[in-house]
């Protein structure tokens, strides 16, 4: 019988000024940024916790607290490769992830094809088996305020 799990990651940061925005590995061109420990990228912190989540293995603030100088700036789809290599170390691999931005803005459309092919790549996986979307929030709530962006992410693991 095969061992089929299903994990669920969320992630929330404040937009900003004097920061870069990268969403999914890429930077976006944007006159905002989001605000975190690392380089706050929404997207690649959902699916990590999806990932680690489905494993029974805790969470990013588990494993990268943002108490941790060492993790100050870090580059998140770094973060999501070791993160690859520890389910690995289980005897997991990724069947699929699927993901969702909630943003007001920009607009992502053009620059989620790219997204999708990065975080497949630190995955390990082929580029069909991770799905990214996005959508706003019809300015509704802090991301549709434009404080803010939140992301969803789904993640199917098998040993």
Known sequence: MTDMRVGHGYDVHRLTTGRKLILG??????ELGLLGHSDADVLTHAVM?????????GDIGRHFPDTDPAYAGADSIKL????????????WQIG???ATI???RPKLAPYIPAMGRCLAAAMGVA???VNVKATTEEK??????GEGMAAHAVALIIK
């Open 102 to 104: 909630l943003a007001q």
């Open 25 to 30: 590995g890429q930077e976006i061109p944007f």
């Open 49 to 57: 916790d999806a990932l680690l989540g489905a494993a029974g293995l």
């Open 80 to 91: 999501l490769e070791y993160v690859t290599a520890l389910l690995k170390e289980q005897g």
């Open 127 to 129: 580029a069909d088996r």
């Open 140 to 145: 509704l709530g802090f991301t549709g305020a």
């Open 96 to 98: 699929n992830v699927d």
